[in-house]
């Protein structure tokens, strides 16, 4: 017989990295990474400057909360608006503009968006998610799920920007195990934006080989009436 296999609740934990990893460095068009080394702590808690706080529910309860440092939000607010084209003129320069709070927060709902689909194609289970709350904070705020928990279990993990500047995220949820009991394949999720972004690649390309068609037609019919 088979063995088997367990996912735990750090297993989770790192398909959220992954998460967040892939979202970030996606909107800052600069690498984001995380600690391979992950800190148990007792409690959660929304620290300065920047805090954001999300609750899921269905399959596990839990709460994501990432802790920016002024200088990691701001890296990665303008990291992304210049990605988007944005002028100069229109970013904000200051971490408690409310510009800063309302991009970070819709990262964090991208971020926790992609989780949960992950969490539905590898673990055959579903959660939902509430709106980020995300805010401009200066003094720590503890936050708890107001929900029983038999063994709750926290994690606090170290992300890192391409400036070497620091931000947290942390993870509060009952402790659980998925038991797979048979093999199955992972249906990857598929995103309009690719669809999109490849039909418009296959008729450029189309286009571009009639065009050249066209031109090759157009020297063969000129060398024609040359005689040659």
Request: proline share 2%; glycine share 4%; aromatic share 6%.
């Amino acid at each position: 017989m088979s063995k088997s296999k367990v996912i735990s609740t750090d297993d989770i934990l790192a398909t959220l990295c992954h998460s967040v990893t892939g979202v970030l460095s996606s909107a800052s068009g600069n690498s984001i990474s995380y600690s391979a080394m992950v800190q148990k702590i007792t409690r959660t808690c929304m620290r300065p400057d920047i805090g954001c706080f999300v609750l899921f529910d269905g399959g596990f309860t839990g709460l994501v909360i990432t802790n920016f440092t002024s200088q990691a939000a701001m890296e990665i607010y303008h990291d992304y608006m210049r990605n988007m084209g944005m002028p100069e003129n229109e970013i904000a320069h200051s971490h408690l503009s409310d510009d800063v709070s309302n991009v970070l927060g819709e990262l964090m709902n991208q971020i926790v968006g992609d989780f949960t689909s992950k969490v539905r194609e590898q673990l055959h289970t579903s959660i939902t998610q509430n709106q980020p709350k995300m805010m401009a904070i200066n003094k720590q705020v503890q936050i708890s799920v107001d929900t029983t928990m038999d063994r709750p279990q926290a994690r606090r993990v170290t992300f890192t920007t391409a400036k070497q500047n620091i931000f947290y995220l942390e993870l509060a949820m009952d402790k659980t195990e998925f038991i797979k009991l048979h093999d199955f394949d992972i249906v990857e999720a598929i995103d309009p934006d690719d669809i999109i972004e490849n039909e418009a690649k296959q008729k450029a390309e189309k286009a571009k080989a009639a065009d050249d068609a066209k031109a090759i037609d157009a020297d063969d019919d000129f060398m024609a009436e040359l005689g040659l």
